[in-house]
């Protein structure tokens, strides 16, 4: 049903409309490994997945610009105009292309009428697998196509962070919105957050398959405690910058924060430093097991990563614990992780093929009688980043 051609349709009765809108589509991600390092200046490994968000569109000849989705139809169209694209709370899920408008303008590309845009996306909501992203490269590659833009992909994935951070006032770092725009199919891309260095990894599994879970527990980043996490490694790196030329904690080996840590003043900075650390190193660990051939290897670091990030960045809770414990529990099962910011969203396992039937019917039982409802699984297909279809 949810195809382009159903979706054209769709467009047309809802925008009153005889013209054919095109079509642009940009994935949700996971990240395999390398969890709040983004932002601080580490390294990340992510993939875009088969999900994502539709964005139809057709240019208009006036300065309008009306937005409708399929996920938020009691929303009714959102209408504003070219002239006042200001963050408006009550516009609610349309500040994101709101935001890709404004700030694509803001950079000096020329958007002088309006258009009209559908969207439709079909990543569990609010389970952490990026959809804001998703929603900003979608709306980034149908600007670049309606409007004929001269700009790159990796423009428009700095456009997609500074509509995070700016527009919508989340502080987060490039990742989601990286791997969205630059995803590429059976890959995982390892990315130098502060360079943007990157390089693909083949990530194709044979015996195994990548499991999404999703706790069913909503989360919204702008009101969690990202910020704050954000807040705490950042004063975690002005204490150690008082005696280290560094610029940020990604840069630290393991070997330089246990022989430097006791410069940071507060206990807790102290955690969430080590966490940041650690989890860099075990990133750039895991492309090592991955050209290997070593997936077990692999398998361990996430679970190495889920530990840390339950203990030292203290962002899981009972939910993701919960699912993760009951996956390490399950034959078959070669590592499993939180994925995401945390509080909620989703967990990863990597599950041999033959088992992941039983695998979801045990963790569900296990998490249904922890927490009271069920979770949610879906097998992820590593695809293609944003584009025209």
Not at 33 to 56: K, M, Q, R, W
Not at 256 to 282: P, S
């Amino acid at each position: 049903m949810n195809t382009a051609a159903a979706l054209s349709n769709d467009f047309r009765s809802i925008f009153k409309t005889e013209k054919t809108p095109r079509t642009f589509f940009a994935p949700g991600r996971i990240n395999l490994i390398g969890e709040h390092t983004d932002y601080n200046g580490g390294h990340v490994f992510p993939a875009s997945i088969s999900f994502g968000t539709y964005a139809l569109g057709v240019k208009r000849d006036d300065q309008m610009i009306r937005f409708y989705s399929k996920n938020f139809p009691d929303k009714g169209i959102i209408e504003c105009s070219l002239s006042d694209l200001a963050f408006d709370q009550s516009d609610g899920w349309a500040n994101y292309p709101k935001g890709m408008f404004l700030l694509t303008k803001a950079a000096g590309h020329q958007i002088v009428h309006g258009a009209d845009i559908l969207y439709y996306g079909n990543i569990p909501h609010g389970a952490g697998l990026s959809s804001s992203a998703s929603i900003e490269l979608a709306t980034g590659v149908l600007l670049k196509g309606l409007y004929d833009l001269q700009t790159d992909t990796i423009s428009m994935v700095k456009l997609g962070q500074k509509v995070e951070n700016e527009y919508i006032g989340v502080g987060s770092g490039i990742m989601d919105q990286f791997a969205i725009g630059m995803g590429k199919k059976d890959h995982a891309i390892l990315l130098d957050c502060r360079t943007l260095d990157y390089t693909y990894a083949p990530f194709v599994l044979k015996e195994h398959d990548v499991i999404i879970i999703n706790t069913n527990k909503q989360r919204t980043l702008a009101g969690s405690k990202y910020n704050e996490r954000r807040t705490q490694c950042e004063e975690a790196l002005g204490d150690l910058q008082q005696e280290l030329s560094i610029a940020s904690l990604g840069e630290l080996t393991m070997e330089g924060f246990e022989a430097h840590q006791h410069l940071i003043r507060n206990e807790i900075n102290q955690k969430r430093a080590k966490h940041a650390v650690y989890e860099n190193a075990r990133t750039l660990k895991a492309l090592e097991k991955l050209r290997e051939g070593d997936l077990a290897g692999f398998g361990k670091l996430m679970n190495e990563s889920h530990l840390s990030l339950r203990d030292d960045y203290e962002v899981t809770g009972l939910e993701l614990d919960a699912i993760v414990q009951a996956a390490w529990e399950q034959d078959g099962v070669l590592g499993a992780r939180m994925t995401g910011a945390g509080f909620g969203g989703c967990a990863i396992a990597i599950v041999e093929k033959d088992r992941t039937d039983s695998f979801k019917e045990r963790v569900n039982a296990v998490y249904r009688e922890t927490v009271g409802y069920d979770a949610a699984f879906y097998t992820a297909a590593i695809g293609d980043g944003a584009k025209e279809i």
